[in-house]
């Protein structure tokens, strides 16, 4: 993480994306050819222009002066609560599969305000409560989906 | 006669339910992520059953355009496009709700709206025939150069770094490769996996990039949060519902032109509310003296995609009644609703059933004006959700953008997709790729494919640059994209060197 | 604050209750099958398409049967498998069931360049609802050619383009027969349903379209398209004045018909399958919504599971025998 900041960030997202895309052009080449021609070009540009991305980077790098406001967010610092409810979200897509919607959302709810930090225990009742119901009234027995 | 007849369809108490269940089933329904117009009309279809043809299609007419209504709500307050076709307006709407003018943006978008809706209306009223004839001029290869003429919007979205918004719009072509090709009938990248098969669906990538990827930009801001605060909204909610008449005076062109550009797209069968908004956004930029202005808070942009999305409407109902030609995904399933009521579309609708066709179409101008009156009336009310603390509405959120990927197909697999869209669109927020481009290409990339496999099938022996420079709609098109091209360039080069003489930053000289 | 919130949360929730008591009731019936929980009929193409038509003309009646919901989906794609995967992948329950389109089905799995493993022997067949048999059609305005043999005389000198519904739909399927019958050289324009088709005739963008009787009768009413042949073996009750290939003698017989037809998973408990066949027997032989389809052009053709199973087992045997034309090569 220290060294990161010296080389600008393009230069991993360049080389990752071109390693991304020279994957998918070898993959398309197994394709009938006549479905395989607009992935191909696509991708070729893809290619191309990830390259550019890694040598901006480089060139960035080089200069730093350069740098772009947009280039300098990722820290590892900044997106670590981010990812933390990247879990959770995950983690109640699982529950979901397990427990059912309803029971999941339930668990899921509470649990993601106590995360955010609200402590009445009136307010994680209403609204787990309250947005269950409204799920239930609206898509179960008004728009009929069955939810899993 | 016919008069009477008209007025005896529409004057009565089942017409005026329908338009009332209409417009308040399509606001609540659009403006909830992943439901939208065509998704509604599919659920209330079966409703109408019994119910008299006027009045059935009064209410599904009006739910459509309420629907794409609704959508620009959430958008606006929530960066949560409720219908594919407001995620324009999500860019500039949810700056203004940034800057504490999210009431003021729900008023310009409830105004835009109806304007748009209501000149489609009347569009549809009286001149629908010949503009029916004029949409058959159009088939794949105008497809194609419409998809790429609104590829050169991503130019106008790209943020600071055009690279990165290029590669987020190549990335977005790649995806919308995914499922089976229809010239050969090929699955291509599906890797056995049945679910993609049919490619990745527009409405979870959407819900994904804009509303998931929103949750974990705030959830930055978790010490605010844990205080009980908002992550980056201002508390107190300025200004009013109504838009100044000076300025509504002063954007009247941009309101014509967005909704005319928006009856367009709708009469085209091949693309629907979504290009619609994209396209009115565009144009509105490209004439706008305040171009800086777009995408930080843009007023216009929210007038140009809000009036051209409504403008969609009645322009895909146009080619639908009078041919049986549907000019939008969500016209198709009302296309369903109309047969069933056991009218057939064509000219007959416009003579032996217009005491029904006409009804249809003044409630329909109706069910717009009663949108914004309805919409301006609960504004206040509607805005104060950006006022929920972060804490509160991220979970509410989310377990709505579940629900919504997961209901168009009552597939677990699209809200897994709409998750792992969230965490791609967050990265790329947080490395400078701007997420409009990918959403863009998605909705454009089958079309340009689609579009260009079948000229060269259609050109038969014909030379395929031959045959685009017969066609006159093909020869304005390639003059208009060349044109899209290059004069930002020109203007851009014409704004550095005043730039350069004004300030001393050179920070846009990159790329 | 929270006092906002709370009126925020009721607000919605308020106004989803009101919305909900517009709607119509589920309400349980006493059978013990569907139980009052909601059943899925998959419907694998477009909305506003024949076929989606088709499926959402017999839930109502169904519905009213069964004592519940039926949601109808539209997961396209594939020519209809994307959809019938689905059905196969979910429990053989009855509460996932499809319409499913023959011989469409067939060239899913008969192509082996697909790969596919399911086979028609997965279903099981709850009844058919349609047979609707293909057609050629041509604008009214045509200057070039007005009737079948013109038609074809011209198409032996010059290039003619014509839209199908996609690669192994049955009008792909006639297309392929009726080239190899009269050796001509028509160049099929894949589209997403008939709606592109008429589109590109009405257009002037390809000089014919294979549609289905369902699907051209309306607009040939409206006089805007011209049928000028038919590929089944009788003249067709709702255009009998359309000429029938087989009777023409200009060349081999020909018949293509697409069936809609309803199936759910096989190893579905007996039981379910009679209480989901009866439901849709009834649906299908119900008279206000046979002469509703008869207006759309649909001629009603119900035919039992047992009896369908049969010839679905006959018609996917014809296919395999049309192996060589499609080019389906191991």
Redesign the interface.
């Given at each position: 993480m220290n060294e990161k900041r010296k080389i600008n960030n393009d230069v991993y997202i360049g080389i990752l994306l071109t390693a991304v895309s020279v994957f998918f052009f070898i993959e398309v080449t197994k394709i009938h050819p006549e479905a395989a021609l607009f992935p191909k070009v696509m991708l070729g540009t893809f290619i191309i222009l990830a390259v550019l991305l890694t040598l901006m980077g480089v060139r960035k790098t080089l200069r730093p002066e350069l740098t772009l406001k947009s280039d300098l967010l990722l820290k590892f610092s900044v997106i670590r609560t981010p990812l933390i409810v990247f879990v959770i979200v995950a983690g109640y897509m699982v529950l979901l599969k397990v427990l059912g919607f309803f029971t999941a959302t339930a668990i899921f709810v509470p649990a993601f305000m106590i995360f955010y930090g609200i402590k009445s225990i009136r307010t994680l009742l209403i609204t787990d409560i309250a947005l269950n119901v409204f799920v239930y009234v609206l898509f179960v027995r008004l728009l009929k989906v069955a939810l899993p | 006669m016919i008069i009477s007849e008209l007025i005896a369809n529409l004057v009565n108490i089942e017409t005026f339910i329908g338009i009332l269940?209409g417009v308040?089933?399509g606001m609540?329904i659009g403006a909830?992520p992943g439901?939208g117009a065509?998704m509604g009309i599919?659920?209330l279809?079966?409703?109408t059953?019994g119910m008299h043809p006027t009045a059935a299609l009064i209410m599904l007419s009006s739910l459509y355009t309420a629907a794409i209504y609704g959508g620009s709500i959430t958008a606006i307050l929530i960066h949560t496009p409720g219908t594919p076709a407001s995620a324009a307006t999500a860019m500039d709407g949810y700056a203004l709700t940034k800057q504490g003018k999210g009431l003021e943006a729900i008023g310009i978008s409830t105004f835009a709206s109806m304007t748009g809706g209501t000149l489609s209306a009347v569009a549809l009223f009286f001149i629908a025939p010949p503009l029916a004839r004029i949409?058959?001029?159009?088939?794949?290869p105008e497809y194609f150069l419409i998809a790429i003429f609104g590829l050169t919007i991503i130019g106008t979205l790209a943020?600071?770094?055009m690279?990165?918004g290029?590669?987020a719009g190549?990335?977005g072509?790649?995806i919308s490769?995914v499922?089976?090709?229809?010239?050969?009938?090929?699955?291509?990248?599906t890797y056995k996996i049945?679910?993609l098969?049919?490619?990745i669906q527009l409405v979870p990538a959407l819900i994904g990039l804009f509303s998931?990827s929103q949750?974990?930009?705030q959830?930055?801001s978790?010490e605010a949060?844990?205080?009980?605060g908002k992550a980056d909204i201002p508390k107190q909610l300025q200004g009013r519902v109504l838009p100044p008449f000076q300025e509504i005076v002063r954007e009247i062109p941009n309101l014509l032109r967005s909704s005319v550009i928006g009856i367009i797209v709708g009469i085209l069968?091949g693309a629907g509310g979504d290009i619609g908004g994209w396209l009115g956004y565009n144009e509105a930029k490209r004439w706008s003296k305040n171009r800086q202005e777009f995408g930080k808070g843009s007023r216009e942009a929210v007038y140009a995609s809000e009036a051209a999305n409504n403008a969609v409407t009645g322009g895909s109902i146009i080619?639908l009644i009078t041919?049986?030609?549907?000019g939008s995904?969500a016209?198709?399933?009302?296309?369903?609703g109309l047969?069933?009521q056991?009218l057939?579309?064509?000219?007959?609708m416009f003579t032996e059933k217009a005491g029904i066709t006409y009804a249809i179409i003044l409630g329909f101008l109706f069910a717009n004006i009663l949108m914004g009156l309805l919409g301006f009336l609960v504004a206040k009310?509607v805005a104060?959700?950006a006022?929920?603390?972060?804490?509160?509405l991220?979970?509410?959120i989310?377990?709505?953008s579940?629900?919504g990927a997961?209901?168009i197909?009552?597939?677990?697999f699209d809200?897994?997709v709409m998750?792992v869209f969230?965490?791609a669109g967050?990265?790329m927020?947080?490395?400078?790729f701007a997420t409009a481009p990918i959403v863009l290409a998605i909705i454009l990339g089958s079309m340009a494919?689609?579009g260009?496999k079948?000229a060269i099938?259609?050109a038969?022996?014909m030379n395929i640059y031959a045959y685009y420079f017969s066609r006159p709609i093909c020869v304005v098109l390639i003059l208009l994209i060349i044109l899209s091209l290059f004069a930002p360039l020109g203007l851009k080069a014409l704004e550095k060197k005043m730039h350069k003489t004004h300030s001393q930053a050179n920070?846009d000289?990159?790329? | 604050m929270k006092k906002t919130v709370i009126v925020c949360v009721l607000l919605l929730g308020a106004l989803g209750a009101a919305f909900a008591g517009g709607g119509s009731e589920a309400g349980s019936s006493g059978a013990a099958f569907p139980a009052g929980k909601p059943i899925t009929l998959i419907c694998p193409w477009a909305p506003g398409g024949g076929s989606d038509i088709g499926a959402r003309m017999v839930v109502p009646y169904m519905e009213k049967k069964l004592g519940t919901t039926i949601n109808v989906i539209n997961p396209t794609g594939a020519s209809g498998w994307v959809g019938w995967e689905r059905m196969l992948s979910a429990p053989e329950d009855g509460y996932t069931f499809a319409m499913i389109n023959l011989p469409t089905i067939f060239s899913g799995y008969l192509d082996p360049a697909l790969g596919r493993t399911k086979t028609i022997d997965d279903f099981q067949m709850l009844g058919n609802h349609v047979t609707d048999f293909a057609t050629i059609a041509i604008r009214t305005d045509e200057t070039r050619f007005s009737d079948l043999k013109s038609f074809i005389a011209y198409a032996k000198t010059h290039p003619l383009t014509m839209t199908t519904t996609g690669v192994g739909t049955q009008q792909h399927i006639l297309l392929v027969l009726f080239n190899a019958a009269v050796g001509i050289n028509l160049t099929p324009v894949p589209g997403n349903g008939f709606k592109d088709s008429y589109a590109a005739l009405l257009g002037k963008h390809v000089d014919a379209v294979v549609g289905s009787v369902g699907e051209v009768l309306v607009p040939e009413k409206n006089k805007e398209l011209k049928t000028i042949v038919i590929f089944s073996e009788a003249p067709s009750r709702l255009m009998p004045h359309i000429p029938v290939w087989n009777k023409l003698g200009m060349g081999p017989n020909i018949v293509v018909s697409s069936q809609r037809a309803f199936a759910c998973k096989k190893g579905t408990p007996p039981e379910i399958v009679k209480v989901l066949a009866d439901a849709l027997k009834d649906a299908i032989t119900n008279a206000e919504q046979t002469s509703k389809m008869k207006e759309l052009g649909l001629d009603v053709d119900y035919m039992g599971p047992e009896d369908f199973a049969k010839h679905a087992k006959s018609e996917e045997g014809r296919i395999k025998g049309l192996s060589d034309v499609m080019g389906w090569k191991k």
């Open positions: - | 269940v308040v089933g609540v909830l439901l065509t599919a659920l279809i079966p409703i059953f949409s058959l001029m159009f088939n794949a943020g600071d770094n690279l990165k290029l590669i190549v990335a072509l790649c490769f499922g089976f090709d229809i010239t050969v009938g090929v699955p291509r990248f049945a679910e098969e049919s490619g998931l949750v974990m930009i959830a930055e978790i949060i844990r205080r009980g069968p080619p041919l049986g030609i549907p995904s016209a198709a399933v009302l296309l369903g047969m069933i056991g057939t579309p064509g000219h007959t009310r104060k959700v006022n929920v603390p972060t804490g509160i991220a979970p509410v989310v377990v709505l579940v629900v997961y209901a197909n009552l597939s677990y809200a897994c998750v969230g965490l967050y990265f927020r947080k490395t400078g494919e689609q260009y079948r099938l259609m038969k022996d920070k000289s990159d790329d | -």
